[in-house]
C-alpha cells in the first residue's frame, strides 16, 4: 500500500509506520473533509505525511525514547559505520523536514519520497508542471537552508584569542 511505504519512509520505522496506518484510517473515517475531497487520495496523503510530522515532532519531544530504534536498512554491502552515518543523515533530514510549512514537507515528500513526477504534483495542486517544479524547488532550497543552519551551529565556535 503507497500510504504504508510513505508512512515508512518519513518514520523510518515499520512499526510506527503501521500504527500511523491505523490512525489514518480513523481520521479519515472521521473526517468531513475526507468525504467531500475532490481527491480523496491526495487527501489520504497529505493526512498521512501530517501525521507523520506530528509524530516526528514528538519522537525529538520524548527525551526517554531511545534514538537506536529508528532504523532504516541499508545494503548488505555498507560498512557498520556507513548504515550508522546513513541513518543519522537520514533523521537530521527528516527533523528538519518536520519543521518546514505543510506545503514544503508535502512537496517534498510527495516528490523525493514517493517519487511523483511533476506532472502528478501538478495534478494534486491544479497547477501547471511548471509550476509545481518552481515550488519543489522553493521547498528543497529551504530545507538545504535549514540543515547548513543546523550544521552550523553545531561547529565549535573558535574563541578569540587574547
Given at each position: 500500500?503507497?500510504?504504508?511505504?510513505?508512512?515508512?519512509r518519513?518514520?523510518?520505522?515499520?512499526?510506527?509506520?503501521?500504527d500511523?496506518?491505523?490512525?489514518?484510517?480513523?481520521?479519515?473515517?472521521?473526517?468531513?473533509?475526507?468525504?467531500?475531497?475532490?481527491?480523496?487520495?491526495?487527501?489520504?496523503?497529505?493526512?498521512?505525511?501530517?501525521?507523520?510530522?506530528?509524530?516526528?515532532?514528538?519522537?525529538?519531544?520524548?527525551?526517554?525514547?531511545?534514538?537506536?530504534?529508528?532504523?532504516?536498512?541499508?545494503?548488505?554491502?555498507?560498512?557498520?559505520?556507513?548504515?550508522?552515518?546513513?541513518?543519522?543523515?537520514?533523521?537530521?533530514?527528516?527533523?528538519?523536514?518536520?519543521?518546514?510549512?505543510?506545503?514544503?514537507?508535502?512537496?517534498?515528500?510527495?516528490?523525493?519520497?514517493?517519487?511523483?513526477?511533476?506532472?502528478?504534483?501538478?495534478?494534486?495542486?491544479?497547477?501547471t508542471?511548471?509550476?509545481?517544479?518552481?515550488?519543489?524547488?522553493?521547498?528543497?532550497?529551504?530545507?538545504?537552508?535549514?540543515?547548513?543552519?543546523?550544521?552550523?551551529?553545531?561547529?565549535?565556535?573558535?574563541?578569540?584569542?587574547?
Open positions: 500500500m503507497r500510504l504504508h511505504a510513505l508512512l515508512a518519513l518514520t523510518l520505522r515499520e512499526d510506527a509506520a503501521e500511523l496506518l491505523q490512525e489514518l484510517a480513523m481520521k479519515l473515517a472521521q473526517s468531513d473533509g475526507f468525504s467531500q475531497a475532490g481527491q480523496p487520495l491526495a487527501y489520504a496523503k497529505r493526512t498521512a505525511i501530517n501525521l507523520a510530522m506530528d509524530w516526528r515532532r514528538q519522537q525529538a519531544r520524548d527525551a526517554g525514547r531511545a534514538r537506536a530504534m529508528r532504523y532504516m536498512p541499508v545494503p548488505h554491502t555498507a560498512s557498520p559505520v556507513d548504515a550508522l552515518l546513513r541513518n543519522e543523515q537520514l533523521e537530521q533530514l527528516l527533523d528538519q523536514l518536520a519543521e518546514l510549512d505543510e506545503r514544503d514537507r508535502w512537496m517534498i515528500s510527495r516528490r523525493h519520497l514517493n517519487g511523483c513526477s511533476y506532472a502528478e504534483l501538478a495534478a494534486e495542486m491544479g497547477c508542471a511548471h509550476q509545481a517544479r518552481g515550488l519543489c524547488h522553493k521547498a528543497v532550497r529551504r530545507l538545504r537552508e535549514r540543515l547548513n543552519d543546523t550544521a552550523a551551529s553545531r561547529l565549535p565556535r573558535k574563541e578569540a584569542h587574547q
